[in-house]
């Protein structure tokens, strides 16, 4: 497999991850009584949204493939199976997720394709465990 093909794989693995990821947040913050962590999780959905919206121009900049029809059913999906969950078990998916620190680990191996697009990622996977951290993460 070309390295090419094996980076443009990974970036629809990282899109669906943030599709899913911005459903996860939204649903927690439906689920949420606190009004800070409401709007940390209204934050952190929205940091969700712009980082796939860099993970599309990124695929674009490699290839032409069509990706919203499989990215709405992706989201749609999401957001029924996420809302079977109690707020509990999300926060616990949440937690497992972002201790893998998976954009940190392909940093290392992908930084040479595109720096300041890895660097946005890297940002934004602090963010998140900075905010969920002042939350008692």
Known sequence: MSKNRSYQRLLKRMLVI?????RLYEMLS????????????????????????????????????NHIVRDK???????FVL?????????????????????SRWFDIYKGNNREFWNLLLAHEQ???????ITDY
């Open 30 to 65: 439906l689920k949420e009584r606190d009004a800070s962590l409401m709007s940390v999780y209204q934050r952190l959905a929205l940091a969700e949204h712009q980082t796939a919206e860099q993970i599309i121009k990124e695929i674009s900049l490699i290839s032409k493939d």
């Open 127 to 133: 963010q998140q465990v900075e905010l969920l951290r």
């Open 83 to 103: 809302h079977l969950f109690t707020a509990k078990q999300l926060a616990w998916i949440l937690r497992a997720v972002l201790k893998r620190r998976s954009y």
């Open 73 to 79: 059913m992706i989201s749609k999906f999401s957001k």
């Open 18 to 22: 943030e599709i899913v990821g911005e």
